[in-house]
């Protein structure tokens, strides 16, 4: 059951902003990649597993880039949890925001309404020759574009990298608006990502639900629970 004062905090906040992670779709049956048995610890070569989503891999080795992503990144018949619906339904009945760091395009298959993809999408698919967006199912079945022989690639943020200046500013202003900000699904270890949460106002109520307990240098309530039966209970009240 939710605490009646985690309920209350819900239901009075004005704006909600939802930081999530890698830990909100492993319901859905995606992997997630640095805990015990994720997709970095699995990998069994003698190259770190980031080298294969690397800028570096894309360039220097597209071929073995390719293969990696379509063997380990791709569950395009995952469907979204309770945590992506039960947060979907806020961005639609309530002004609530949800910034993410997955790639894996399920906030989007729950209808999300204010949804910021921090690392991108794997679904978007384009063509690096001719810049053309091919459906990613043409990927999976080919690294070239059918039309120009380019090489093609999911629009995602590799490491080496920038950031979208665009989801960049659309985080920063959810987070320094937000009177609540709820932490799900992630360790809040990654950076630029992690950085989102000092944008904070002072006013804002942080709240984390995690099973694997968080530590930040400000006051914030701890909730370690399993999100799925968190979001199980919440109510949506508008």
Same mark, same amino acid.
């Given at each position: 059951m939710?605490?009646?004062?985690?309920?209350?905090?819900? !239901? *009075? %906040?004005?704006?909600?902003?939802?930081?999530?992670?890698a830990g909100v779709s492993t319901a859905s049956g995606i992997p997630d990649?640095?805990?015990?048995g994720g997709l970095y610890t699995?990998?069994?070569s003698n190259r770190p597993a980031e080298y294969y989503l690397?800028?570096?891999? @894309?360039? !220097?080795?597209?071929?073995?880039?390719? *293969?990696?992503?379509?063997?380990?990144?791709?569950?395009?018949d995952?469907?979204?949890? /309770?945590?992506?619906?039960? *947060? %979907?339904?806020?961005?639609? *009945?309530k002004d609530a925001?949800?910034?993410?760091?997955?790639?894996?395009?399920?906030?989007?298959?729950? !209808?999300?309404?204010?949804? /910021?993809?921090?690392?991108?999408?794997?679904?978007?698919?384009?063509?690096?020759?001719?810049r053309k967006k091919v459906d990613y199912k043409d990927y999976l079945t080919s690294m070239y574009h059918r039309n120009c022989g380019g090489v093609l690639r999911p629009d995602i943020v590799l490491y080496g990298e920038g950031l979208n200046e665009s989801a960049i500013s659309k985080s920063v202003n959810a987070v320094s608006n937000a009177d609540l900000i709820v932490i799900v699904g992630t360790s809040m270890r990654v950076?630029?990502?992690?950085? @989102?949460? !000092?944008?904070?106002?002072?006013?804002?109520? /942080?709240? %984390?639900i995690n099973e694997e307990p968080l530590s930040f240098a400000f006051p914030f309530t701890m909730i370690k629970e399993n999100a799925v039966d968190f979001f199980k209970d919440l109510k949506v009240n508008a």
């Open positions: 939710i605490d009646k004062e985690i309920q209350t905090e819900f !239901d *009075q %906040a004005k704006k909600i902003v939802f930081l999530t992670g990649y640095r805990s015990k699995n990998d069994k690397s800028a570096d891999c @894309l360039r !220097d080795e597209p071929k073995v880039f390719y *293969q990696y992503e379509k063997k380990n990144m791709y569950y395009p995952a469907k979204p949890n /309770v945590i992506h619906e039960k *947060q %979907a339904e806020f961005t639609q *009945q925001v949800v910034v993410t760091q997955n790639i894996d395009s399920l906030y989007r298959k729950a !209808d999300t309404r204010n949804l /910021v993809e921090f690392h991108g999408n794997l679904y978007n698919v384009y063509c690096q020759k001719c950076y630029p990502f992690a950085g @989102l949460i !000092d944008y904070r106002s002072a006013a804002a109520k /942080v709240l %984390a």
